[in-house]
């Protein structure tokens, strides 16, 4: 299946090589071959890794490392985030099978990526801003943390089982890559600062909130190069704020 | 959820502690909390499995362990095992998310099994027998076998979906407990060699024949209990059989 082929699986900062390998199990199990790692944790053990993935081994060889997220998903249209830690900005998390026919629709187009982070802390917030879309595993609370190759399995999994019964939209249009989106984020955190919309020490706050709302749909190349332009016309209209006395 | 409580994991021949203990993990993920061992192979490490357990040590600590399958289902009103290869009498397997709400339904008022074979070679056939239900969970043709634990974790991820969103049938009966259910193949077996109907040598097959057509809905104690009759009823009248010249 072509959409699964366009699907790469991020893992973010691994502690244990093992799980690595049983990650990569598990995707070839769920017709998955792309294997993105960002700067594994030092003590990262390669052999673990090879041995735990089995008759997966090429996954793992043929695997790309950056050295952040962000270059990580650059050229992703999508770039969906596991988290199990609710609050703030995170209440449009969805399950991975709602997500899942999403994911497989932006897939015909642009690379998509889903990112899981490390054993001990998950994501990051500054990994969690990069993500268009939150994914909530269910699971239950006496024991809410899952296995690194765990999660990664049940969103394969799910991906696998939606692509056997996907029917693609009619209408579409590529989504933008990651980088050039994030450009237009750091243009209109400029700008929001420039008129006085928020200061510094919210800034961050209210960029998720922005993120949240242009993520809620799709967003292509076209719809990014008018929010840029708006941007632009945003900054030139601060420079005549006067001055405060 | 009461319901999950009442669904046993039971693992057949386990070679690796860690994928025990792994599979504790996720059943404690998923709400599970009922694990059983069938004699597990020489060598099985209990410390990888305590230490892969994590924070489900306690479903470790508590489990049960039993010399043969049989006895481990003897009480258990469902019985369902995983395969994934296909072939005689296997036609009729059903994926997790499909089998859920039957489990779920059973599990109301009997304890349920999810039987998984051992990591080289699965369930062989006598335990296959005594499902009466088969799961076979979809993977990629270019690699169909998952790792033992992550088998555990689909299945109890679907049940634990499948219980957030369930609603009993109205009408429902007890399932027959696995021993009687057993009592009455085994009866049936010899009435239909006595009459002739299958040779020592197609027993097997046909018993898996007759195994199915009894699994496709609920077999509740009377049910058995009728059956056992007609078996019975069966033997007497092939007494009067003239023997062969």
Redesign the interface.
């Given at each position: 299946m072509e959409t699964l082929a366009n699907i790469r699986i991020v893992l973010v900062h691994p502690v244990y090589g093992g799980n690595v390998g049983?990650a990569c199990?598990?995707m070839?199990?769920?017709?998955l071959s792309q294997l993105a790692l960002v700067a594994p944790r030092p003590g990262f053990n390669m052999q673990d890794a090879a041995m735990m993935a089995?008759?997966?081994g090429d996954i793992f060889k043929n695997r790309q490392e950056f050295a952040t997220t962000a270059e990580a998903v650059a050229g992703c249209g999508l770039v969906a985030g596991t988290s199990n830690r609710g609050g703030l900005y995170r209440d449009h998390a969805k399950?991975p099978?709602e997500w899942a026919p999403r994911l497989l629709n932006a897939a015909l187009d642009t690379p998509v990526a889903l990112l899981f982070g490390a054993e001990d802390n998950g994501l990051t917030l500054d990994d969690l801003a990069l993500c268009t879309q939150l994914i909530r595993i269910?699971?239950?609370d006496?024991?809410?943390?899952?296995?690194l190759?765990?999660s990664v399995?049940?969103c394969a999994?799910e991906l696998?089982?939606a692509a056997?019964a996907f029917e693609p939209l009619e209408e579409r249009s590529p989504e933008c890559p990651s980088a050039m989106r994030e450009t237009m984020f750091a243009k209109w955190r400029q700008a929001l600062l420039d008129i006085g919309f928020m200061t510094d020490d919210t800034a961050d706050h209210m960029m998720l909130g922005l993120r949240r709302i242009l993520s809620r749909g799709p967003l292509t190349e076209k719809d990014v190069q008018i929010l840029l332009g708006m941007a632009a016309q945003t900054q030139w209209a601060a420079q005549h704020i006067p001055a405060k006395p």
């Amino acid at each position: 299946m072509e959409t699964l082929a366009n699907i790469r699986i991020v893992l973010v900062h691994p502690v244990y090589g093992g799980n690595v390998g049983s990650a990569c199990r598990a995707m070839m199990n769920m017709g998955l071959s792309q294997l993105a790692l960002v700067a594994p944790r030092p003590g990262f053990n390669m052999q673990d890794a090879a041995m735990m993935a089995c008759h997966a081994g090429d996954i793992f060889k043929n695997r790309q490392e950056f050295a952040t997220t962000a270059e990580a998903v650059a050229g992703c249209g999508l770039v969906a985030g596991t988290s199990n830690r609710g609050g703030l900005y995170r209440d449009h998390a969805k399950t991975p099978r709602e997500w899942a026919p999403r994911l497989l629709n932006a897939a015909l187009d642009t690379p998509v990526a889903l990112l899981f982070g490390a054993e001990d802390n998950g994501l990051t917030l500054d990994d969690l801003a990069l993500c268009t879309q939150l994914i909530r595993i269910p699971s239950s609370d006496a024991y809410k943390s899952l296995n690194l190759a765990m999660s990664v399995m049940i969103c394969a999994y799910e991906l696998f089982v939606a692509a056997g019964a996907f029917e693609p939209l009619e209408e579409r249009s590529p989504e933008c890559p990651s980088a050039m989106r994030e450009t237009m984020f750091a243009k209109w955190r400029q700008a929001l600062l420039d008129i006085g919309f928020m200061t510094d020490d919210t800034a961050d706050h209210m960029m998720l909130g922005l993120r949240r709302i242009l993520s809620r749909g799709p967003l292509t190349e076209k719809d990014v190069q008018i929010l840029l332009g708006m941007a632009a016309q945003t900054q030139w209209a601060a420079q005549h704020i006067p001055a405060k006395p």
